[in-house]
T-cell receptor, first 115, second 114 residues
Framework: AQKVTQAQTEISVVEKEDVTLDCVYE???????LFWYKQPPSGELVFLIR??????QNEISGRYSWNFQKSTSSFNFTITASQVVDSAVYFC????????????FGAGTQVVVTP | DAGVTQSPTHLIKTRGQHVTLRCSPI?????VSWYQQVLGQGPQFIFQ???????GRGNFPDRFSARQFPNYSSELNVNALLLGDSALYLC?????????????FGPGTRLTVT
């Protein structure tokens, strides 16, 4: 069975602070994929990144960066110099080759950025 | 380019009724997945359809069914509605079926069962 744990329910920061969201996963698949999505108050899930299990390179996209560590089954997400527009719920998700099309989502982390 | 579209936006139904939700994928995408998101939780996988066939099913009762049409749009049907079916229903499309491609989500249909 697959499982995604986002232990942080809510994180509150002041604008320009960095914020790191934790994601720990469990899977028996040897090939799997990890994703991050953003859900602003409007409700629509926005795709941020996909990472496959064979690619452990960290990635940076603007103020966003991701740290994938297979050894600890973690795929953490950092927002640098946070802005009010970053306020949203962020979900980590996992899919595997044995679970056709099924994305297993974590419970999400609410990020609140105040001016 | 248009994203994933869903209709209706909001829906209020009574227990025991039936509901049909609709989804149009991104142009060129052949796979549609459905998720249920209860307030305060992450989305839960219901179905994935690819090339008009059901390819994956989550842990939902038989009251939930879906289909995909030749133009790749999809319908989700829920029979004998229960109060617990109140949720945001999300449709997602991807280029092809399977687990390796990112899924792009629509704005959702907010279903309230009274």
């Amino acid at each position: 069975a697959q499982k995604v744990t986002q232990a942080q329910t809510e994180i509150s920061v002041v604008e320009k602070e960095d914020v790191t969201l934790d994601c720990v996963y469990e899977t028996r698949d040897t090939t799997y994929y990890l994703f991050w999505y953003k859900q602003p108050p409007s409700g629509e899930l926005v795709f941020l990144i996909r990472r496959n299990s064979f690619d452990e390179q960290n990635e940076i996209s603007g103020r966003y960066s991701w740290n994938f560590q297979k050894s600890t089954s973690s795929f953490n997400f950092t927002i640098t110099a946070s802005q009010v527009v970053d306020s949203a719920v962020y979900f980590c998700a996992l899919s595997g080759t044995d679970s056709w099309g099924k994305f297993q989502f974590g419970a999400g982390t609410q990020v609140v950025v105040t001016p | 380019d248009a994203g994933v579209t869903q209709s209706p936006t909001h829906l209020i139904k009574t227990r025991g009724q039936h509901v049909t939700l609709r989804c149009s994928p991104i142009s060129g995408h052949k796979s549609v997945s459905w998720y249920q998101q209860v307030l305060g939780q992450g989305p839960q996988f219901i179905f994935q359809y690819y090339e008009k066939e059901e390819r994956g099913r989550g842990n939902f009762p038989d009251r939930f069914s879906a289909r995909q049409f030749p133009n790749y749009s999809s319908e989700l049907n829920v029979n004998a509605l229960l109060l617990g079916d109140s949720a945001l229903y999300l449709c997602a499309s991807s280029l092809i079926g399977g687990s390796s491609y990112e899924q792009y989500f629509g704005p959702g249909t907010r279903l309230t069962v009274t």
